[in-house]
């Protein structure tokens, strides 16, 4: 539950917001501002379509491991 009130302060952040639209155009992470390329899964590209978060923030904030 922790990283889903860290996601959600991430996604609330300013700078994320100002690059959403920049990084789905040059396939980076919204998030984490790093190349998003490469997707283990094809729901991991399906996600980033709709959200622009990369594989590694993926990982991060979706991990049900804690």
Request: charged share 25%; aromatic share 10%; hydrophobic share 35%.
């Amino acid at each position: 539950m922790d990283r889903i009130k860290e996601l959600i302060g991430a996604l609330s952040d300013k700078e994320v917001l100002l690059r959403s639209y920049a990084a789905k155009h040059n396939q980076l992470c919204k998030i984490c501002a790093r190349p998003a390329a490469s997707f283990r899964t094809p729901f991991s590209k399906l996600e980033y379509s709709i959200s622009s978060i990369c594989q590694a923030c993926q990982d991060y904030y979706f991990s049900i491991d804690e």
